[in-house]
């Protein structure tokens, strides 16, 4: 791409990871390379599999099989620990698109500074389209991106006990 942008999606309802994926095989439909990264999530989902079918490079960053509000103390301390090599090594390939999934969680739970996800936008190396995702965005954010969506949940299947459904919302 002869200029990347910043895009963010953010907000509370359903859909930020679907979002960036669905820009991720637009993306690969070109040609493109991809790598996504996702933080803080622990289940199997049905887009790694997508991913692998589409030569999409995906690295899920937690060896927990728990989401991080489950997990015990030590459990979070190895999520950090993976979560701060991973973003170290996020530009050592020239990728025409990186998608930092869930990485606001990470400023949400302490584990990276807003300032930190700043010196990661600021440092993007000038092709490369850089996608974040997560809830409660930052405003100190605002003037680094030039997309954001915000998602907002109106109604979810939660609300009346449906549990998370396989290949719909993992």
Not at 15 to 38: D, E, P, V
Not at 68 to 74: D, K, L, S
Request: hydrophobic share 35%.
């Amino acid at each position: 791409m002869e200029k990347g942008l910043v895009h963010i999606y953010t907000g509370d309802g359903k859909g930020k990871t679907t979002a960036s994926f669905g820009l991720a095989m637009r993306c690969a439909g070109y040609g493109k390379s991809i790598k996504i990264f996702q933080f803080l999530k622990g289940i199997p989902s049905g887009e790694v599999t997508s991913c692998n079918i589409l030569g999409i490079s995906i690295s899920r960053v937690s060896s927990s099989d728990k989401f991080y509000f489950q997990m015990n103390h030590q459990e979070k301390e190895i999520a950090k620990n993976e979560s701060i090599t991973a973003l170290k090594d996020i530009y050592k390939h020239n990728w025409d698109m990186i998608i930092l999934d869930e990485v606001l969680g990470l400023i949400e739970n302490d584990i990276i500074t807003e300032g930190y996800l700043i010196d990661i936008i600021n440092a993007k190396p000038k092709n490369t389209e850089l996608v974040i995702t997560g809830r409660n965005m930052p405003q100190s954010l605002t003037k680094y991106a030039d997309y954001i969506s915000e998602i907002k949940e109106i109604k979810h299947p939660f609300q009346n006990n449906i549990p998370a459904r396989k290949s719909i919302d993992f």
